[in-house]
């Protein structure tokens, strides 16, 4: 299969062109190598697969990449919370124009087999049970309750403290982010694209990815990475909250295999063309989890929790496994301890250097 892998030089677009082309495939890798990412250079782990330098925003271009391709592995995207509104001219143009020039070129290559990269921020708060009310959306988290350490969300009607769920890919999709706002728009523009082509999608709802070519040190580094920089400079690693806040950390090669699943899987049933599946380890952990295990394998100082919290932070945000293992076969090899204790000395990618 040739396949056309869009951010092909990022953490996890890296990941699936390797495991692409290790089983066989023949893998296009297009990365807009943007210089708040990577600084405008190549990264090594890109050299293998001829990198093509471009823009999915390039109607122009993407004609010839397009050529004998059978599939479009698509991971190019703005990431991070997005939480000045200013950005979200850039946002939208990287994640939804992107995403629109190149379901367009696809259209006219007749290329009709997407693997979205989307991700669990699309659900928002995630999934909350009152024990009177039942499935309820928690109510917002007041600024007085934050202050005072009551961290965990109420329920609408009654004001009872809600207990988490693993969310379903059926629950209500309410993104509290600029960045979770594209990424459910990127969904919305594929499924209309499947509709109207006889296409088909499979968007990937990614969890909390960490692993090896993880950015550090850069807005777009997620807590795992943040926590290790901490205590590669000899600092406690600051835990928000409570520390108790419940995610799901899965391992960038089992989200490599997902993709490869994805791309491979037949006679999945889905809706008019589109799937989505959560992409998780199924084993979910504590934010406090993760950096008491990342200072323990570094033989650093204990985490710090420091209570506060981010404006577009949710407090538990964990999801069922069960529709990918049963419609992909997909199932988290990398357990918690292994790949935690692994990313203590992984290679990361270093950080940008943009002039001002």
């Not at 921020?121 to 109510?139: D, I, L, T």
């Not at 594209?182 to 919305?188: P, V």
């Not at 992909?328 to 950080?351: H, N, Q, W």
Request: proline residues 8%.
């Amino acid at each position: 299969m040739r396949v056309l892998v869009t951010g092909a030089a990022g953490f996890i677009g890296s990941h699936v062109a390797d495991l692409l082309a290790d089983v066989g495939h023949e893998v296009v890798a297009l990365d807009a190598l943007l210089p708040q990412a990577h600084g405008g250079t190549v990264p090594p782990w890109a050299a293998r697969h001829g990198l093509v330098r471009g823009d999915v925003r390039d109607l122009a271009m993407l004609p010839d990449l397009l050529i004998g391709v059978d599939a479009v592995c698509h991971q190019a995207a703005m990431v991070g919370h997005g939480l000045d509104p200013g950005d979200a001219p850039a946002y939208a143009d990287h994640n939804d124009h992107g995403t629109a020039v190149l379901l367009a070129a696809m259209h006219r290559a007749g290329v009709s087999r997407l693997v979205l990269a989307s991700s669990m921020v699309v659900y928002g708060e995630g999934r909350y049970v009152c024990p009177e009310h039942g499935v309820r959306p928690p109510a917002p988290r007041r600024a007085e309750d934050l202050a005072a350490g009551r961290y965990d969300p109420t329920c609408p009607s009654c004001g009872a403290t809600l207990a988490p769920e693993l969310v379903p890919e059926d629950a209500p999709l309410r993104p509290r982010s600029t960045y979770a706002a594209t990424k459910l728009a990127q969904e919305h523009l594929a499924a209309a694209w499947a509709r109207q082509t006889g296409g088909t999608v499979r968007a990937l709802r990614y969890h909390n990815v960490y692993g090896p070519r993880m950015p550090r040190d850069t807005p777009y580094a997620g807590v795992a990475s943040i926590f290790r920089s901490a205590l590669a400079a000899g600092r406690p690693p600051r835990v928000l909250e409570d520390g108790r806040q419940r995610r799901d950390f899965v391992h960038v090669t089992d989200v490599a295999r997902a993709n490869l699943l994805a791309l491979t899987a037949t006679d999945v049933p889905d809706d008019e063309g589109f799937l989505a599946v959560n992409v998780c380890s199924g084993e979910p952990r504590t934010v406090g989890d993760l950096a008491a295990a990342l200072a323990a394998a570094m033989g650093g100082p204990p985490p710090e929790v420091v209570g506060g919290a981010r404006a577009a932070d949710v407090r538990h945000v964990v999801a069922s496994p069960e529709l990918a293992a049963r419609l992909l076969g997909f199932r988290a090899r990398v357990d918690f301890a292994t790949g935690v204790a692994a990313f203590a000395t992984d290679p990361l990618r270093d950080p940008a250097t943009v002039s001002a």
